[in-house]
């Protein structure tokens, strides 16, 4: 499984970011090699408009199957929903807790968007 | 002459200006045209109980996609500077109201699978309100496309020989698309510090636009010194001071014209008007 978790600095350790599409970082979890590559997300965090469908067709295009945030806005939502990507939002935490709080598995993913977008 | 009457500040008195000066104006046996370019709020036609004649929609072309012939290779959503653009391996998604019409989507297209499709933004309604030649844009709720609709409603002015544009507040996009080739901008303020921050702006902007303007202070009672100040220190004329009247604001609030509440209204409404006509002249 591969995760992608929006995330206000670049380390496993940085916390989660509130906003999907504006946050500095997009941090990937591989399940499979347990290990935490982080991209750099700035040239969305400075986008006039559009930000969050920007990121999210970047979560598609690393192949993701789920993404860890703090709230997810209408346009993301759509472009993730579309493609397959879950969305679970609702992080207040560092990047490596949301990570260890979905392995728990007892988290459901959001049925539609909980962000207001436009931010 | 073509004159847009913008602010910088909201609520200083733009739309009192524009109305009252297209009518004071008007009643000196000139043709006057006011358009109301605040198309997310209009409110010059609440002062003036225009009929109106004609009424259309403005459209702007937006992209659609035939997800059949769509490769799917990304390059639309590469050229989108608006973000308006999501292509996901089996889907290429639109989203309509980031679109700025640039055209590039459909023009780069290898598949020639998207194609511009008319979408309306707003309204244009013209008609007249009693000597005035009287224009209102309208956007649509949910749109936010500005300012091709203000370069819609700009177009209309015809042959009359004063155009006045009731400008929006601020000075972003819709203010400049408002500006943007007309012979003289009114700036008007209030004599207070927001007053004061906000004119500068909207002088600056003036200049980056390169277009002549000049400064009404509304409002003007006690304690106009550092706008008089600013206006002096920038080189800029101050047109008129319109006085601070408890009963102008009251005949407003009825829908009522400043210029029929007040003589001293009257008066520095006409200053204003002269003060534009000797620019026409030596414009």
Redesign the interface.
């Known amino acids: 499984m591969k995760l992608v978790i929006s995330s206000e600095g670049p380390n496993p350790t940085d916390r989660v970011d509130p906003h999907f599409g504006r946050a500095p970082y997009l941090i990937l979890f591989d399940s499979s090699s347990e290990s935490f590559v982080a991209q750099d997300n700035s040239a969305q965090a400075e986008a006039a408009q559009g930000a969050g469908v920007q990121a999210a067709q970047i979560v598609v295009a690393l192949g993701t199957d789920a993404l860890l945030t703090g709230h997810c806005g209408p346009k993301a939502f759509d472009v993730l929903s579309a493609a397959g990507v879950k969305v679970y939002s609702g992080f207040d935490s560092t990047v490596m807790g949301a990570v260890r709080d979905w392995q728990g598995g007892q988290l459901e993913p959001i049925t539609s968007p909980d962000g207001a977008g436009r931010h | 002459m073509r004159v847009a009457i913008a602010s910088g500040k909201g609520g200083t008195g733009k739309t009192t200006v524009a109305v009252n000066l297209a009518v004071t104006i008007a009643r000196q046996g000139r043709s006057v045209h006011l358009c109301d370019c605040d198309v997310e709020e209009p409110n010059a036609h609440l002062f003036l109980d225009p009929v109106f004649s004609a009424r259309w929609p403005v459209t702007v072309p937006v992209p659609a996609v035939d997800q059949d012939l769509c490769s799917h290779c990304g390059k639309c959503?590469d050229i989108c500077e608006?973000?308006?653009?999501?292509?996901?391996?089996d889907?290429t998604?639109i989203?309509p109201d980031?679109c700025h019409s640039c055209s590039g989507c459909w023009l780069v297209c290898p598949q020639k699978a998207i194609t511009p499709e008319e979408e309306t933004i707003g309204n244009i309604s013209t008609g007249k309100a009693g000597e005035l030649v009287f224009t209102q844009g309208r956007l649509l709720v949910g749109q936010s496309l500005v300012p091709p609709l203000i370069k819609a409603v700009k177009d209309v002015s015809g042959d009359e020989s004063w155009i006045i544009f009731d400008a929006p507040p601020g000075t972003t996009c819709p203010v400049m698309a408002t500006m943007q080739g007309v012979d003289f901008v009114v700036l008007v303020t209030e004599p207070t510090p927001f007053g004061r921050h906000d004119l500068a702006l909207a002088l600056d902007l003036t200049r980056q636009l390169n277009i002549s303007c000049g400064v009404v202070i509304n409002r003007y009672e006690s304690n106009p010194g550092q706008v008089e100040n600013l206006c002096l220190r920038e080189g800029v004329e101050i047109l008129a001071r319109i006085p601070f009247r408890r009963h102008v604001a009251s005949a407003c609030a009825e829908g009522g014209l400043a210029v029929d509440a007040d003589a001293e209204v009257a008066a520095a409404l006409s200053e204003l008007a002269y003060n534009l006509t000797a620019r026409a002249v030596t414009a």
């Open positions: 959503a608006f973000n308006a653009i999501a292509c996901l391996p889907r998604m989203f980031l």
